[in-house]
Protein backbone atom coordinates (compact mmCIF):
# COMPACT_ATOMS: atom_id res chain seq x y z
CA UNK A 1 0.00 0.00 0.00
CA UNK A 2 2.77 2.28 1.11
CA UNK A 3 4.11 1.60 -2.56
CA UNK A 4 1.47 2.23 -4.57
CA UNK A 5 0.76 5.86 -2.88
CA UNK A 6 3.77 6.99 -4.08
CA UNK A 7 2.56 6.75 -7.59
CA UNK A 8 0.71 8.97 -10.18
CA UNK A 9 -3.56 8.98 -9.61
CA UNK A 10 -5.46 9.25 -12.15
CA UNK A 11 -5.76 12.84 -11.65
CA UNK A 12 -2.25 13.72 -11.58
CA UNK A 13 -1.43 11.49 -14.56
CA UNK A 14 -4.50 13.28 -16.62
CA UNK A 15 -3.08 16.51 -16.28
CA UNK A 16 0.63 15.27 -17.29
CA UNK A 17 -0.46 14.75 -20.61
CA UNK A 18 -2.74 18.12 -20.79
CA UNK A 19 0.58 19.65 -19.89
CA UNK A 20 2.96 17.72 -22.29
CA UNK A 21 0.16 18.41 -24.86
CA UNK A 22 -0.38 21.74 -23.92
CA UNK A 23 3.00 22.94 -23.64
CA UNK A 24 4.04 26.06 -26.25
CA UNK A 25 2.24 24.60 -29.05
CA UNK A 26 -0.73 26.30 -29.12
CA UNK A 27 0.65 29.71 -28.74
CA UNK A 28 0.89 30.36 -32.94
CA UNK A 29 -1.83 28.65 -34.08
CA UNK A 30 -5.22 31.21 -32.76
CA UNK A 31 -3.19 33.73 -36.14
CA UNK A 32 -2.26 30.36 -38.51
CA UNK A 33 -6.00 28.96 -38.31
CA UNK A 34 -7.50 32.67 -37.97
CA UNK A 35 -6.01 32.68 -41.62
CA UNK A 36 -8.69 30.17 -42.68
CA UNK A 37 -11.41 31.99 -40.63
CA UNK A 38 -13.34 31.21 -37.48
CA UNK A 39 -14.69 27.93 -39.12
CA UNK A 40 -11.50 26.46 -39.10
CA UNK A 41 -12.46 26.00 -35.43
CA UNK A 42 -14.28 22.90 -36.56
CA UNK A 43 -11.07 21.09 -37.23
CA UNK A 44 -10.99 20.93 -33.36
CA UNK A 45 -13.38 18.03 -33.17
CA UNK A 46 -12.24 15.83 -35.63
CA UNK A 47 -8.55 16.33 -34.39
CA UNK A 48 -9.56 15.55 -30.80
CA UNK A 49 -11.77 12.29 -31.89
CA UNK A 50 -9.03 10.96 -34.05
CA UNK A 51 -6.05 11.98 -31.28
CA UNK A 52 -7.69 10.42 -28.51
CA UNK A 53 -8.31 6.89 -30.54
CA UNK A 54 -4.72 7.15 -31.28
CA UNK A 55 -4.15 7.84 -27.79
CA UNK A 56 -5.86 5.23 -26.34
CA UNK A 57 -4.08 2.91 -29.12
CA UNK A 58 -1.05 3.29 -27.60
CA UNK A 59 -2.24 3.23 -24.13
CA UNK A 60 -3.12 -0.58 -25.01
CA UNK A 61 -0.29 -1.61 -26.76
CA UNK A 62 1.86 -0.01 -23.51
CA UNK A 63 -0.27 -2.40 -21.58
CA UNK A 64 0.39 -5.82 -24.22
CA UNK A 65 3.93 -4.95 -25.02
CA UNK A 66 6.44 -4.74 -22.18
CA UNK A 67 9.61 -4.06 -24.28
CA UNK A 68 11.19 -0.51 -24.15
CA UNK A 69 11.08 1.40 -27.08
CA UNK A 70 7.46 2.53 -27.11
CA UNK A 71 6.06 3.39 -30.83
CA UNK A 72 9.35 1.78 -32.38
CA UNK A 73 8.95 -1.39 -30.58
CA UNK A 74 5.29 -1.25 -31.16
CA UNK A 75 6.68 -0.71 -35.32
CA UNK A 76 9.04 -3.67 -34.88
CA UNK A 77 6.00 -6.34 -33.75
CA UNK A 78 4.28 -6.08 -37.00
CA UNK A 79 7.12 -5.12 -39.20
CA UNK A 80 10.62 -6.13 -38.22
CA UNK A 81 13.87 -4.73 -37.17
CA UNK A 82 13.51 -1.92 -40.19
CA UNK A 83 10.48 -0.89 -38.66
CA UNK A 84 11.82 -0.07 -35.55
CA UNK A 85 14.71 2.29 -37.39
CA UNK A 86 12.41 3.72 -39.79
CA UNK A 87 10.00 4.89 -36.80
CA UNK A 88 13.07 6.47 -34.32
CA UNK A 89 14.66 8.08 -37.51
CA UNK A 90 11.65 9.46 -38.32
CA UNK A 91 10.08 10.75 -34.69
CA UNK A 92 13.73 12.14 -34.53
CA UNK A 93 13.15 14.07 -37.37
CA UNK A 94 9.94 14.68 -36.37
CA UNK A 95 11.71 16.43 -33.38
CA UNK A 96 14.35 18.67 -34.83
CA UNK A 97 11.19 19.96 -36.90
CA UNK A 98 9.16 20.33 -34.41
CA UNK A 99 11.95 22.39 -32.12
CA UNK A 100 12.57 24.51 -35.06
CA UNK A 101 8.78 25.90 -34.94
CA UNK A 102 9.12 26.30 -31.54
CA UNK A 103 11.65 28.25 -32.14
CA UNK A 104 9.75 30.57 -34.38
CA UNK A 105 7.27 31.05 -31.93
CA UNK A 106 9.30 32.61 -29.38
CA UNK A 107 11.30 34.45 -31.46
CA UNK A 108 7.31 35.66 -32.95
CA UNK A 109 6.78 36.13 -29.35
CA UNK A 110 9.96 38.27 -28.87
CA UNK A 111 9.49 40.73 -31.11
CA UNK A 112 6.94 43.07 -30.00
CA UNK A 113 10.24 43.58 -27.62
CA UNK A 114 13.03 43.87 -30.52
CA UNK A 115 11.08 45.10 -33.55
CA UNK A 116 13.88 44.49 -35.38
CA UNK A 117 13.71 40.83 -35.12
CA UNK A 118 10.40 40.91 -37.63
CA UNK A 119 11.87 43.50 -39.99
CA UNK A 120 12.43 40.62 -42.48
CA UNK A 121 13.65 37.13 -43.44
CA UNK A 122 17.47 37.09 -41.97
CA UNK A 123 16.42 38.98 -38.49
CA UNK A 124 13.93 36.08 -37.89
CA UNK A 125 16.34 33.65 -39.09
CA UNK A 126 18.84 34.88 -36.98
CA UNK A 127 16.65 35.21 -33.95
CA UNK A 128 15.33 31.27 -34.32
CA UNK A 129 19.08 30.26 -35.02
CA UNK A 130 19.92 32.39 -31.28
CA UNK A 131 17.08 30.15 -29.82
CA UNK A 132 17.80 27.02 -31.19
CA UNK A 133 21.46 27.04 -29.36
CA UNK A 134 20.96 29.29 -26.78
CA UNK A 135 18.84 26.22 -25.36
CA UNK A 136 21.32 23.73 -27.35
CA UNK A 137 24.32 25.22 -24.81
CA UNK A 138 21.99 25.37 -21.82
CA UNK A 139 21.80 21.34 -22.41
CA UNK A 140 25.35 20.42 -21.50
CA UNK A 141 24.57 20.74 -18.20
CA UNK A 142 22.92 17.62 -17.91
CA UNK A 143 19.38 16.79 -17.58
CA UNK A 144 18.14 17.63 -13.82
CA UNK A 145 18.50 21.72 -14.53
CA UNK A 146 16.21 21.11 -17.85
CA UNK A 147 13.76 18.90 -16.51
CA UNK A 148 12.91 21.72 -13.32
CA UNK A 149 13.12 24.78 -15.61
CA UNK A 150 10.78 23.16 -18.30
CA UNK A 151 8.23 21.72 -15.81
CA UNK A 152 7.77 25.45 -14.16
CA UNK A 153 8.51 27.75 -17.37
CA UNK A 154 5.55 25.40 -19.13
CA UNK A 155 3.09 27.32 -16.98
CA UNK A 156 3.90 30.84 -18.43
CA UNK A 157 1.57 29.84 -21.71
CA UNK A 158 -0.71 26.95 -20.19
CA UNK A 159 -2.31 29.54 -17.47
CA UNK A 160 -3.05 32.29 -19.98
CA UNK A 161 -4.13 29.92 -22.15
CA UNK A 162 -6.45 28.55 -19.74
CA UNK A 163 -7.60 31.53 -18.00
CA UNK A 164 -8.53 32.55 -21.42
CA UNK A 165 -11.14 30.20 -21.93
CA UNK A 166 -12.69 31.18 -18.66
CA UNK A 167 -12.48 34.86 -18.08
CA UNK A 168 -12.13 35.71 -22.12
CA UNK A 169 -16.15 35.29 -22.66
CA UNK A 170 -16.38 38.70 -20.51
CA UNK A 171 -14.91 40.29 -23.76
CA UNK A 172 -16.37 38.41 -26.09
CA UNK A 173 -18.13 39.56 -29.10
CA UNK A 174 -20.78 37.70 -31.63
CA UNK A 175 -20.32 39.72 -34.33
CA UNK A 176 -16.54 39.62 -34.33
CA UNK A 177 -16.80 35.96 -34.44
CA UNK A 178 -19.68 36.27 -36.91
CA UNK A 179 -17.55 38.45 -39.35
CA UNK A 180 -14.78 35.87 -38.53
CA UNK A 181 -16.38 32.74 -39.24
CA UNK A 182 -15.35 32.70 -43.42
CA UNK A 183 -13.75 35.48 -44.48
CA UNK A 184 -12.81 33.76 -47.39
CA UNK A 185 -15.76 32.40 -48.21
CA UNK A 186 -14.06 28.27 -47.99
CA UNK A 187 -16.05 25.20 -48.27
CA UNK A 188 -16.39 24.05 -45.00
CA UNK A 189 -14.80 20.82 -45.63
CA UNK A 190 -11.92 22.41 -47.01
CA UNK A 191 -11.33 24.78 -44.16
CA UNK A 192 -11.19 21.88 -41.91
CA UNK A 193 -8.78 20.04 -43.87
CA UNK A 194 -6.46 22.76 -44.56
CA UNK A 195 -6.58 23.17 -40.65
CA UNK A 196 -5.92 19.51 -39.68
CA UNK A 197 -1.95 19.73 -39.62
CA UNK A 198 -2.37 22.99 -37.51
CA UNK A 199 -4.81 21.17 -34.68
CA UNK A 200 -2.84 17.64 -35.06
CA UNK A 201 0.25 19.81 -33.81
CA UNK A 202 -0.74 20.87 -30.93
CA UNK A 203 -2.51 17.64 -29.90
CA UNK A 204 1.44 15.94 -30.13
CA UNK A 205 2.43 14.14 -27.11
CA UNK A 206 -0.90 12.35 -26.76
CA UNK A 207 0.72 9.48 -25.60
CA UNK A 208 2.76 10.65 -22.96
CA UNK A 209 0.71 8.80 -20.27
CA UNK A 210 2.47 5.32 -22.02
CA UNK A 211 5.61 6.51 -21.28
CA UNK A 212 4.75 6.26 -17.68
CA UNK A 213 2.83 2.91 -16.96
CA UNK A 214 5.27 1.89 -14.32
CA UNK A 215 4.91 5.26 -12.24
CA UNK A 216 0.85 4.74 -11.98
CA UNK A 217 -1.86 3.45 -9.83
CA UNK A 218 -3.76 0.47 -11.30
CA UNK A 219 -2.26 1.43 -14.70
CA UNK A 220 -4.18 -0.89 -16.89
CA UNK A 221 -7.20 1.25 -15.84
CA UNK A 222 -5.93 4.92 -15.46
CA UNK A 223 -3.47 4.62 -18.13
CA UNK A 224 -5.96 4.62 -21.18
CA UNK A 225 -8.23 6.40 -18.92
CA UNK A 226 -5.67 9.17 -18.80
CA UNK A 227 -4.92 9.44 -22.47
CA UNK A 228 -8.64 9.99 -23.73
CA UNK A 229 -9.23 12.63 -20.84
CA UNK A 230 -6.21 14.36 -21.02
CA UNK A 231 -6.89 14.41 -24.51
CA UNK A 232 -10.66 15.53 -24.35
CA UNK A 233 -9.34 18.15 -21.84
CA UNK A 234 -6.60 20.11 -23.82
CA UNK A 235 -9.21 19.85 -26.80
CA UNK A 236 -12.11 21.68 -24.38
CA UNK A 237 -9.30 24.51 -23.41
CA UNK A 238 -8.31 24.87 -27.29
CA UNK A 239 -11.20 25.18 -28.66
CA UNK A 240 -12.96 27.81 -26.04
CA UNK A 241 -9.21 29.75 -26.37
CA UNK A 242 -9.31 30.16 -29.78
CA UNK A 243 -13.03 30.49 -30.13
CA UNK A 244 -12.70 33.34 -27.60
CA UNK A 245 -9.35 34.98 -29.38
CA UNK A 246 -11.88 35.18 -32.55
CA UNK A 247 -15.01 36.91 -31.22
CA UNK A 248 -12.64 39.68 -29.44
CA UNK A 249 -9.44 40.29 -31.92
CA UNK A 250 -10.88 41.15 -35.55
CA UNK A 251 -9.79 38.17 -38.05
CA UNK A 252 -7.44 40.63 -40.36
CA UNK A 253 -5.56 42.34 -37.33
CA UNK A 254 -5.57 38.38 -35.56
CA UNK A 255 -4.18 36.61 -38.70
CA UNK A 256 -1.08 39.21 -39.11
CA UNK A 257 -0.02 38.86 -35.47
CA UNK A 258 3.15 37.19 -33.86
CA UNK A 259 1.68 37.33 -31.13
CA UNK A 260 -2.29 36.43 -30.52
CA UNK A 261 -2.44 35.56 -26.94
CA UNK A 262 -0.50 38.53 -26.12
CA UNK A 263 -2.78 40.95 -28.36
CA UNK A 264 -6.01 39.76 -27.02
CA UNK A 265 -5.14 40.21 -23.51
CA UNK A 266 -3.73 43.66 -24.21
CA UNK A 267 -7.53 43.96 -25.97
CA UNK A 268 -8.89 42.91 -22.56
CA UNK A 269 -6.83 44.71 -20.24
CA UNK A 270 -4.03 46.98 -21.57
CA UNK A 271 -0.77 46.93 -22.72
CA UNK A 272 0.93 46.30 -20.27
CA UNK A 273 -0.90 42.69 -19.07
CA UNK A 274 -0.26 42.21 -22.97
CA UNK A 275 3.51 42.48 -22.69
CA UNK A 276 3.47 40.38 -19.19
CA UNK A 277 1.18 37.82 -21.30
CA UNK A 278 4.19 38.08 -24.34
CA UNK A 279 7.34 37.70 -22.07
CA UNK A 280 5.29 34.64 -20.21
CA UNK A 281 5.15 33.07 -23.29
CA UNK A 282 8.84 33.64 -24.45
CA UNK A 283 9.54 31.90 -21.28
CA UNK A 284 7.49 29.50 -22.24
CA UNK A 285 9.15 28.42 -25.43
CA UNK A 286 12.48 28.70 -24.21
CA UNK A 287 11.52 26.12 -21.60
CA UNK A 288 9.72 23.80 -23.79
CA UNK A 289 12.46 23.94 -26.48
CA UNK A 290 15.02 23.32 -23.46
CA UNK A 291 13.34 20.06 -22.64
CA UNK A 292 12.47 18.86 -26.11
CA UNK A 293 16.36 19.51 -26.91
CA UNK A 294 16.85 17.06 -24.16
CA UNK A 295 14.48 14.93 -25.35
CA UNK A 296 15.95 14.75 -29.02
CA UNK A 297 19.34 14.47 -28.31
CA UNK A 298 18.28 11.78 -25.64
CA UNK A 299 16.14 9.85 -28.50
CA UNK A 300 19.18 10.05 -31.08
CA UNK A 301 21.36 8.33 -27.90
CA UNK A 302 19.25 5.39 -27.03
CA UNK A 303 19.06 4.68 -30.86
CA UNK A 304 22.53 5.49 -31.31
CA UNK A 305 23.57 2.82 -28.21
CA UNK A 306 20.86 0.65 -30.36
CA UNK A 307 24.09 0.83 -33.21
CA UNK A 308 21.28 2.29 -35.51
CA UNK A 309 22.92 5.85 -35.09
CA UNK A 310 26.47 7.14 -35.59
CA UNK A 311 28.10 6.65 -32.17
CA UNK A 312 28.50 10.71 -31.98
CA UNK A 313 25.29 10.98 -30.75
CA UNK A 314 26.08 8.78 -27.35
CA UNK A 315 28.75 10.29 -26.03
CA UNK A 316 28.28 11.82 -23.04
CA UNK A 317 30.38 14.62 -21.22
CA UNK A 318 31.22 14.62 -17.35
CA UNK A 319 26.99 15.59 -16.56
CA UNK A 320 25.88 12.64 -18.38
CA UNK A 321 24.33 15.21 -21.26
CA UNK A 322 25.35 14.05 -24.79
CA UNK A 323 27.28 16.94 -25.93
CA UNK A 324 28.37 16.10 -29.40
CA UNK A 325 24.51 14.73 -30.28
CA UNK A 326 23.61 17.96 -28.81
CA UNK A 327 25.51 19.73 -31.07
CA UNK A 328 24.73 17.81 -34.00
CA UNK A 329 20.68 18.31 -33.26
CA UNK A 330 21.55 22.19 -33.36
CA UNK A 331 23.10 21.55 -36.67
CA UNK A 332 20.63 19.92 -38.32
CA UNK A 333 17.95 22.38 -36.64
CA UNK A 334 19.70 25.20 -37.80
CA UNK A 335 19.78 23.79 -41.72
CA UNK A 336 15.71 23.39 -41.07
CA UNK A 337 15.46 26.42 -40.16
CA UNK A 338 17.60 27.87 -43.71
CA UNK A 339 15.79 25.66 -45.70
CA UNK A 340 12.10 27.02 -44.72
CA UNK A 341 13.29 30.50 -44.26
CA UNK A 342 10.47 33.64 -44.70
CA UNK A 343 9.80 36.89 -43.66
CA UNK A 344 6.79 36.23 -41.91
CA UNK A 345 6.77 34.02 -38.63
CA UNK A 346 2.85 32.26 -39.49
CA UNK A 347 4.34 31.23 -42.74
CA UNK A 348 7.56 29.68 -41.53
CA UNK A 349 5.40 28.11 -39.04
CA UNK A 350 2.74 26.53 -41.02
CA UNK A 351 5.34 25.18 -43.40
CA UNK A 352 7.35 23.53 -40.47
CA UNK A 353 3.98 22.65 -38.88
CA UNK A 354 2.54 20.75 -41.45
CA UNK A 355 6.62 18.52 -42.40
CA UNK A 356 6.78 17.68 -38.69
CA UNK A 357 2.98 16.58 -38.50
CA UNK A 358 3.70 14.05 -41.65
CA UNK A 359 6.91 13.19 -40.09
CA UNK A 360 5.04 12.06 -37.03
CA UNK A 361 2.06 10.55 -38.46
CA UNK A 362 3.87 7.97 -40.60
CA UNK A 363 5.63 6.36 -37.46
CA UNK A 364 2.03 6.32 -35.53
CA UNK A 365 0.58 4.62 -38.97
CA UNK A 366 3.66 2.08 -38.33
CA UNK A 367 3.61 1.69 -34.52
CA UNK A 368 -0.45 1.53 -34.85
CA UNK A 369 -0.31 -1.23 -37.04
CA UNK A 370 1.65 -3.39 -34.35
CA UNK A 371 -1.32 -3.15 -32.19
CA UNK A 372 -3.14 -6.45 -33.58
CA UNK A 373 0.08 -8.23 -33.46
CA UNK A 374 0.52 -7.07 -29.98
CA UNK A 375 -3.25 -8.05 -29.05
CA UNK A 376 -2.61 -11.84 -30.32
CA UNK A 377 0.38 -12.88 -28.04
CA UNK A 378 -1.92 -12.46 -25.13
CA UNK A 379 -4.89 -13.88 -26.39
CA UNK A 380 -6.75 -10.88 -25.36
CA UNK A 381 -10.77 -11.34 -25.04
CA UNK A 382 -13.11 -11.34 -28.15
CA UNK A 383 -14.79 -8.52 -27.11
CA UNK A 384 -11.71 -6.92 -25.84
CA UNK A 385 -10.36 -7.16 -29.46
CA UNK A 386 -13.64 -6.14 -31.42
CA UNK A 387 -13.62 -2.78 -29.24
CA UNK A 388 -9.78 -2.06 -30.16
CA UNK A 389 -9.81 -3.21 -33.36
CA UNK A 390 -12.75 -0.13 -33.88
CA UNK A 391 -11.34 2.45 -32.28
CA UNK A 392 -7.48 1.80 -34.28
CA UNK A 393 -9.99 1.36 -37.01
CA UNK A 394 -11.08 5.14 -36.19
CA UNK A 395 -7.67 6.38 -35.45
CA UNK A 396 -5.89 5.35 -38.58
CA UNK A 397 -8.40 6.79 -40.51
CA UNK A 398 -7.69 10.05 -39.08
CA UNK A 399 -4.23 9.28 -39.78
CA UNK A 400 -4.90 8.89 -43.17
CA UNK A 401 -6.89 11.64 -43.64
CA UNK A 402 -4.41 14.02 -42.14
CA UNK A 403 -1.51 12.92 -44.46
CA UNK A 404 -4.00 13.88 -46.90
CA UNK A 405 -4.54 17.50 -45.40
CA UNK A 406 -1.22 18.14 -45.19
CA UNK A 407 -0.49 18.86 -48.73
CA UNK A 408 1.45 17.37 -52.13
CA UNK A 409 4.68 19.22 -50.74
CA UNK A 410 4.57 18.01 -47.19
CA UNK A 411 4.35 14.12 -47.61
CA UNK A 412 6.21 14.05 -50.95
CA UNK A 413 9.57 15.55 -48.67
CA UNK A 414 8.05 13.40 -45.74
CA UNK A 415 8.47 10.41 -48.51
CA UNK A 416 11.75 11.29 -49.78
CA UNK A 417 13.00 11.29 -46.28
CA UNK A 418 11.36 7.61 -45.90
CA UNK A 419 13.04 6.49 -48.35
CA UNK A 420 16.64 8.26 -47.22
CA UNK A 421 15.64 6.12 -44.43
CA UNK A 422 15.45 2.80 -46.07
CA UNK A 423 18.68 3.51 -47.80
CA UNK A 424 20.25 3.87 -44.20
CA UNK A 425 18.67 0.82 -43.33
CA UNK A 426 20.23 -0.64 -45.95
CA UNK A 427 23.49 -0.09 -45.03
CA UNK A 428 23.60 -1.04 -41.52
CA UNK A 429 21.01 -3.69 -41.78
CA UNK A 430 23.94 -6.85 -41.66
CA UNK A 431 24.27 -5.73 -37.91
CA UNK A 432 20.52 -7.49 -36.77
CA UNK A 433 20.06 -9.97 -39.75
CA UNK A 434 20.97 -13.42 -39.28
CA UNK A 435 23.39 -14.62 -41.32
CA UNK A 436 21.26 -17.83 -43.35
CA UNK A 437 24.75 -19.88 -43.70
CA UNK A 438 25.06 -19.80 -40.26
CA UNK A 439 21.97 -21.53 -39.82
CA UNK A 440 21.10 -25.64 -39.45
CA UNK A 441 19.14 -27.26 -42.11
Known amino acids: MADNNKKMSLAGLTTLVMVNMMGSGIILLPSSMAQLGAVSLLSWIVTAIGSMCIAYCFAQCGIYCVRAGGMSAYSEEAHGKSAFFLCSYLYFLSLVISNV ?17 ASGAIPLFIGTLSM ?5 FANFGGASLTGRLGSITVWGIIIPVAGLSIIGWFWFSPSVFAEAWNPNQLAVSDAITRSIPLTLWAFLGMESA ?3 FDAVEDPKRNVPLACLLGTLGAAVV ?9 GIVPNAELANSSAPFALVYAQ ?4 TVGDIVMALAVL ?9 QFTLAQTAKVTAEQGMFPQVFGRLNRYNAPLL ?6 ILQSLI ?13 NKLVNLASVTNLIPCVTSLSGFLVIMYWPQVELSVFRRNSLILLVGMLYCFYALFASGMDAVFGAALVMVAGYLLFGVIAKRFVADDRTLGA
Open 210 to 212: AQN
Open 325 to 330: GLVCCA
Open 101 to 117: AISIAAVGYLSPFLPWL
Open 132 to 136: IWLTT
Open 284 to 292: ACLGSLLGW
Open 268 to 271: MFND
Open 337 to 349: ALSTISPNVSEQF
Open 238 to 246: YVLSTTVIQ
